[in-house]
């Protein structure tokens, strides 16, 4: 599938989504049984952990149809990489798309920088970058601004992720952009460039 095709269903779904009108596709026992021999995802998504985020119920899709990376603030690291050049080069998805969503907790931290315990600290110190330019266009608000820009950093690091995504997008047989979930309104906004 096109990444174009792909990004229209993703489009469509959100909207049923939004409407109250979901058809939940592919969400049978025919489903389970016909994706038990293997898995053709249509779209990679990487996206933040946030429960409030389900990927297959705000996109009204089923079983099969995403190939879903979470991690909080949607930060990529090595096991993330593979995971989504696994999608793209093992399953043959051509569109990934980085998913963040308002009110996010992990950007939110980064931009308060708080103490935090553990391995949060490293979450927190990858989003920075993405708070620090932020600030530097002096937002309004920062929390959106950042939040934004982490989305923005993410695409461009995976779009750069050499060897396997930087040769697929510069052949144009792989598309990455970002998108914002709306927790208010359940809306996914499809950033620019």
């Not at 995802?41 to 990927?55: L, Q």
């Not at 996010?104 to 920088?113: F, M, R, Y």
């Not at 929390?143 to 993410?154: F, K, P, V």
């Amino acid at each position: 599938m096109s990444p174009d095709k792909a990004l229209q269903l993703l489009k469509e779904g959100n909207q049923r989504f939004v409407a109250g009108q979901s058809i939940k596709p592919n969400q049978d026992i025919n489903r389970i049984k016909e994706v038990a021999a293997g898995q053709y995802p249509f779209a990679t998504i990487v996206g933040c952990s946030d429960s409030r985020v389900p990927n297959e119920i705000i996109f009204d899709q089923g079983v099969g149809d995403l190939f879903i990376v979470r991690t909080a603030g949607q930060v990529s690291t090595y096991a993330s990489w593979g995971s989504i050049e696994f999608a793209e080069e093992v399953l043959g998805t051509k569109l990934i798309v980085v998913l963040g969503h308002t009110q996010c907790g992990a950007v939110n931290a980064a931009v308060k920088l708080p103490e935090v315990p553990g391995h949060i600290v490293t979450l927190i110190n990858a989003i920075k970058p993405a708070v620090e330019k932020a600030k530097a266009s002096e937002p309004h608000d920062l929390l959106d601004a950042s939040i934004r820009e982490n989305i923005r950093t993410q695409v461009e690091s995976l779009r750069n992720l050499e060897p396997v995504l930087a040769n697929r997008v510069r052949e144009g047989s792989v598309q990455i952009i970002g998108a914002l979930y709306h927790l208010e309104t359940g809306e996914v906004e499809f950033l620019q460039d």
